[in-house]
């Protein structure tokens, strides 16, 4: 299981894969950039839909996810090129803990890390619904596959797992898990602390588990993991959330739609 000290690595790991320079060599902010309420430099460019948003390089889909950004704004952005556009605006935004814009939510680092945290949360549960875990696994294989499903969901993740992504995305994911892994293993060389996250009941007879030990180990030296056999589980075809009246749902799996 994974711990709350392992969770401030892996949510350090991915602020780290998150950062961009914000000055010139003259020290001047650089094209997107902007002072957010605290003078602190945060992006809000043309850029954001590639890069992410904030601290974590969080997704649109991730704000409607942890409830920041209405569900009915993902249908404006047709191109990664809108994102600043359309949050730009303050009718996308839900008001959730007083956020009513994007700078708002760049000016807080506490609220982007309990939404990180949400995601991974939400991550953790949707790979148990789908029968990738069964809820006992190691810290550093549940790693491997939360810290890209935060990232990216679970569907592309479960797509992932069965070889039905290009090369180009199998990369990228593969990237965020070799990150975590490096995360686990770096709180493991750093402490002995062992206190574990609430459990989450597990489901039986849903994953192959000496595959998913494999996928681990082979991770670390190819760029695509094996095929994994899930009993017949069926596979997510939704990546994004689709648009609906629902404001802050977690839809990463079947049967599991909220927190």
Known sequence: MITPQQVTALTAQAARAATYPAYDVDGNLLE?????????PVYVGTELGTRGIGIY????????????????????????????????????????NGVNGLLEYLSSADLQNTAQIQL????????????????????KLQATFVQPAARYGVDLVIKWINGQ????????????????????????????AKLTIPEI??????????DLDQAVTD????????????GGAPAVAVVVPVVSDEDGKF????GNPEA
Do not use: C, H
């Open 32 to 40: 997107g950039w902007q002072l957010n309420l605290l003078g602190d």
């Open 57 to 96: 390089g969080q997704s649109v889909s991730s704000l409607v996810l942890t409830g920041y950004i209405k569900p009915a704004s993902l249908s404006l952005i047709t191109s990664p090129a809108l994102v600043s556009i359309v949050l730009d605006s303050p009718g996308v935004w839900t008001g959730l």
């Open 120 to 139: 991974m949360i939400g991550a953790y549960e949707g790979l148990l619904q789908a029968g990738v875990f069964f809820g006992d696994e190691s810290a």
């Open 165 to 192: 992504v290009d090369s180009n995305t199998a990369s990228v994911l593969t990237e965020y898990a070799r990150q975590a892994q490096y995360a686990i293993d770096f709180m493991e060389s750093n402490s002995s």
């Open 201 to 210: 009941p597990g489901y039986s007879d849903t994953t192959i588990r000496q």
């Open 219 to 230: 991770i670390a030296a190819n760029d695509k993991i094996p095929n994994l056999n899930f």
């Open 251 to 254: 839809r990463f799996a079947p």
